[in-house]
């Protein structure tokens, strides 16, 4: 079992920045890609980025490409999504998910394990 925690979500005004966090305890696994998404009210919850086991590879969604910077620090067992140039449309709550897949994956269905979530509110 591996249990995941996200934090450094809040409030921000437009153009803003906020650093996640994601640790993860429990079983460890050897390898695996991990992922960011989020949940706006009413909507959908969607893909913001993954990156690979050891890090080479990321993906972002294009509503983030160019703002958003997703790393890993296996040592730490600590995934970070560096958000910059914040708008009102990325609020949501943000969920972090641990995917036995190596290289990454868009999809939620490829993540077995998944954070509680923590709330980014960015200010018009």
């Known amino acids: 079992q591996v249990q995941l925690v996200e934090s450094g979500g809040g409030l921000v005004q437009a153009g803003g920045s906020l650093r996640l966090s994601c640790a993860a305890s429990g079983r460890s696994r050897r390898s695996g890609a991990m992922g960011w998404f989020r949940q706006a009210p009413g909507k959908e919850r969607e893909f913001v980025a993954t990156?690979?086991?050891?890090?080479?590879?990321?993906y972002y969604a294009d509503s983030v490409k160019g703002r958003f910077t997703i790393s890993r620090d296996n040592a730490k067992n600590t995934v970070y999504l560096q958000m910059n140039s914040l708008k009102p449309e990325d609020t949501a709550v943000y969920y972090c998910a641990a995917s036995p897949v190596y290289s990454g994956s868009y999809y939620g269905n490829e993540y077995d394990y998944w954070g509680q979530g923590t709330q980014v509110t960015v200010s018009s």
């Open positions: 990156i690979s086991w050891t890090g080479g590879s990321t």
